[in-house]
């Protein structure tokens, strides 16, 4: 299994700035993803966070928004920047576990912007 | 591209009741299909995944799927509802090895009344 930390769990923000988003892992994985869920709805994949270079992000999302960082195995970054009011949503991180066995899912940041 | 369809977006059922919540998808090759429950407050946790083999599925807190190729569905289902079974549910296609780009449907919200 595994264990994944995500902060902060929640935060209100103001319009232009921008958020970073922490997911720590208690093991180390390979797999590692960004998902948004928008108030109402379902969850979007943003983008793979790839260890050691760029991540790779889905259609709709882009690096300049939505940069990510992977510096190694258990942890990962995910900025919002410039932020509007429509990017309100919850922020989840997500692992395959080492015997890739499932996708885990942190318990999200949930993010108003204001 | 895939997608997943719930055309239930909330049901409510009694209490001891039987249950089946509809999921229909979209994928050129073999699918890889989750369903996943998502609680107030809590994250998402995998109830059952078919990857191949038995095309009825068990999973946790005795819930089922199967897996109906000619009908491109993959149904959950449990026999006796009980008042915790209240939640979201979500049912997710995932391509290239099962957990890459896993794409998720809208959601079935259920109530349980008593």
């Known amino acids: 299994s595994a264990v994944i930390s995500q902060k902060p769990s929640r935060d209100i923000c103001q319009r232009g700035t921008s958020l970073t988003i922490q997911c720590q892992v208690d093991?180390?994985?390979?797999?590692m993803f960004w998902y948004r869920q928008q108030p109402g709805q379902s969850l979007t994949l943003i983008a793979t966070?790839?260890?050691?270079?760029?991540?790779?992000?889905e259609s709709g999302f882009v690096i300049d928004k939505f940069p990510i960082s992977r510096p190694n195995l258990t942890f990962s970054t995910l900025t919002v920047s410039n932020m509007s009011p429509e990017d309100s949503s919850i922020y989840l991180c997500?692992?395959?576990?080492?015997?890739?066995?499932?996708?885990?899912f942190g318990s999200g940041t949930q993010l108003s912007v204001l | 591209a895939q997608s997943v369809t719930q055309p239930d977006i909330h049901i409510t059922v009694s209490e001891g009741a039987s249950l089946e919540l509809r999921c229909n998808y979209s994928?050129?090759?073999?699918?890889?299909l989750f369903w996943y429950v998502q609680s107030p407050g809590q994250g998402l946790q995998l109830l059952l995944k078919?990857?191949?083999?038995?095309?009825l599925v068990q999973g946790i807190k005795g819930f089922e799927a199967e897996f109906k190729r000619s009908q491109s569905s993959f149904n959950l289902r449990k026999p006796s509802v009980h008042w915790s079974d209240a939640a979201e549910y979500f049912c997710?296609?995932?391509?290239?090895?099962?957990?890459?780009?896993?794409?998720f449907g809208t959601g079935t919200k259920l109530q349980v009344i008593p």
């Open positions: 994928y050129g090759a073999t699918p890889y």
């Open positions: 093991s180390q994985v390979t797999m």
């Open positions: 997710a296609v995932g391509a290239r090895g099962g957990y890459q780009k896993v794409t």
């Open positions: 997500s692992v395959v576990g080492q015997a890739n066995e499932k996708l885990f």
């Open positions: 966070a790839n260890q050691g270079s760029e991540a790779t992000y």
């Open positions: 078919y990857f191949s083999g038995d095309t």
